[in-house]
């Protein structure tokens, strides 16, 4: 394994943990597996809004507070140090980097995880402190897979998995990059669709042999390959024990 630097990193404040970010559909955005950690499932830590930290490089100090960027759903960065802001950036990477090189007049580059410390196991458990289910994410084949939310039940059509489980993943389908959002709720299976933060489908099981779906997309039957594409992968699964495996079930309400 590869050797990085290791930076003293103090953790000003520890920031928060938003319910709506932290947990809801793009919660993708605001967790991150410890650099450099190659196991099979990641546990994954928070990157909390008002999080801040004080880095000494080069005899210099650097601060970066996590912001909510332009109230999206992701994160900002933004690096100060010797009277010199960076802008809000989309990664720490780019606010640390942007701020030194101005600085010192260099081309040098910087990992702003590490800065911040994220490879570090006593910033990692501060993160950690006042969570009680902490998200992780493994690989299938070729897909990344990431569980926001977890329950058990005594349904077994539902492999005992309770409302409140939540998972996600991106897929490739035409070129475009689209993320699935999986829940058990209300007694219900739902898959919701997003292209960027726009939800354009909604796949669900309202009982064990009827299925609805619902989009936005001027061509429905675009958003139906997919999902049905993916069901023959195996990557979507029908919650009835009685389902047949014929796919063409799957649209029969459509």
């Given at each position: 394994?590869?050797?990085?630097?290791?930076?003293?990193?103090?953790?000003?404040?520890?920031?928060?943990?938003?319910?709506?970010?932290?947990?809801?559909?793009?919660?993708?955005?605001?967790?991150?597996?410890?650099?450099?950690?190659?196991?099979?499932?990641?546990l994954?830590?928070?990157?909390?809004?008002?999080?801040?930290?004080?880095?000494?490089?080069?005899?210099?100090?650097?601060i970066?507070?996590?912001?909510?960027?332009?109230?999206e759903?992701?994160?900002g960065?933004?690096?100060?140090?010797?009277?010199?802001?960076?802008?809000?950036?989309?990664s720490s990477?780019?606010?640390?980097?942007?701020?030194?090189?101005r600085?010192?007049?260099?081309?040098?580059?910087?990992?702003?995880?590490?800065v911040m410390?994220?490879?570090?196991?006593?910033?990692?458990?501060?993160?950690?402190?006042?969570?009680?289910?902490?998200?992780?994410?493994?690989?299938?084949?070729?897909?990344?897979?990431?569980?926001?939310?977890?329950?058990?039940?005594?349904?077994?059509?539902?492999?005992?998995?309770?409302?409140?489980?939540?998972?996600?993943?991106?897929?490739?389908?035409?070129?475009?990059?689209?993320?699935?959002?999986?829940?058990?709720?209300?007694?219900?299976?739902?898959?919701?669709?997003?292209?960027?933060t726009?939800?354009?489908?909604?796949?669900?099981?309202?009982?064990?042999?009827?299925?609805?779906?619902?989009?936005?997309?001027?061509?429905?039957?675009?958003d139906?390959?997919i999902?049905e594409?993916?069901?023959?992968?195996?990557f979507?699964?029908?919650?009835?024990?009685?389902?047949?495996?014929?796919?063409?079930?799957?649209?029969?309400?459509?």
């Amino acid at each position: 394994m590869p050797k990085h630097k290791k930076y003293i990193v103090i953790l000003i404040s520890s920031g928060n943990i938003v319910q709506e970010l932290h947990f809801g559909s793009f919660s993708r955005n605001w967790w991150l597996s410890r650099p450099n950690d190659n196991s099979s499932c990641l546990l994954l830590y928070p990157i909390r809004i008002g999080m801040k930290t004080l880095t000494t490089i080069n005899n210099k100090d650097f601060i970066i507070p996590v912001v909510q960027k332009n109230n999206e759903f992701k994160p900002g960065y933004i690096c100060q140090s010797d009277g010199i802001y960076s802008k809000i950036c989309e990664s720490s990477t780019m606010a640390i980097t942007s701020v030194y090189q101005r600085i010192f007049f260099v081309a040098t580059k910087f990992a702003g995880p590490l800065v911040m410390g994220f490879d570090q196991q006593i910033i990692s458990y501060q993160l950690l402190f006042d969570i009680s289910f902490c998200p992780f994410s493994f690989k299938i084949d070729k897909l990344n897979l990431l569980i926001f939310g977890i329950s058990k039940s005594k349904n077994s059509k539902w492999n005992y998995s309770g409302e409140g489980f939540k998972s996600l993943f991106i897929w490739n389908y035409q070129k475009s990059r689209l993320l699935f959002v999986q829940e058990l709720e209300d007694n219900k299976a739902i898959v919701r669709i997003y292209q960027a933060t726009q939800e354009i489908a909604i796949f669900q099981n309202t009982s064990p042999n009827t299925f609805e779906f619902w989009t936005k997309s001027e061509n429905p039957n675009y958003d139906k390959a997919i999902l049905e594409n993916l069901y023959q992968l195996k990557f979507l699964q029908p919650i009835s024990s009685d389902y047949q495996n014929n796919s063409l079930k799957l649209w029969m309400t459509i």
